[in-house]
């Protein structure tokens, strides 16, 4: 692939990167373990959501709060569909559920920084159209930081959401602009994309 999910893996530490660093407020964390990267409020979110099976949603959201209290007022400001997902096992739960139900656990750390893997890849068009509102959501209501990787046929989705774009083709940035005009330039980001 172009070395998206490697990108998110790198920077939490779970895939080690041979050349570079990555520094995050100005601090090198290239090679900090996992835990140490995630205290300080940077969370990954893999393709297939990352949930627990055998365990109810409310068991999920209480593991990554690491209590049994978890304030459902806050994610169901968010997300108010959640309420009648709560007792629902996450194996009963669509694809789409799952990958929005993994984003409303990490906002039980408050996180800074939150990186999603392809959260509409293999959705149907109407539950992409949740996720990508549901993303915006996080931004807008949270002030939450979102670095989201798609592959490059979900561009326009990107658009609706992004303040900034990077394309990255076999491992590389290939072009980096504000979202504004990147939606002037799309024929040249589609051929970085499609070469």
Do not use: C
Request: aromatic content about 6%; proline content about 4%.
């Amino acid at each position: 692939g172009a070395g998206k999910t490697t990108l998110l893996k790198s920077i939490v530490n779970i895939d080690v990167i041979k050349n570079g660093k990555i520094i995050y407020n100005s601090l090198d964390i290239t090679h900090m373990p996992t835990y140490k990267i995630s205290k300080m409020g940077i969370f990954y979110v893999p393709d297939y959501g990352g949930l627990f099976t055998g365990m109810t949603v409310t068991e999920n959201l209480q593991l990554a709060s690491g209590s049994r209290k978890i304030d459902v007022e806050k994610l169901k400001a968010i997300y108010p569909e959640m309420l009648n997902l709560l007792n629902r096992r996450s194996e009963q739960l669509s694809g789409g559920e799952r990958k929005i139900i993994s984003m409303l656990r990490t906002l039980i750390i408050n996180p800074k920084l939150l990186l999603l893997d392809e959260p509409t890849e293999g959705m149907a068009p109407i539950i992409t159209e949740r996720i990508v509102k549901f993303i915006k959501t996080l931004n807008e209501k949270q002030g939450l930081t979102i670095l989201w990787v798609e592959p490059g046929a979900k561009l326009k989705k990107v658009l609706e959401v992004a303040d900034k774009i990077a394309v990255i083709a076999a491992g590389k940035l290939t072009y980096v602009e504000e979202v504004e005009k990147a939606k002037k330039e799309i024929d040249k980001i589609q051929r970085l994309l499609f070469v």
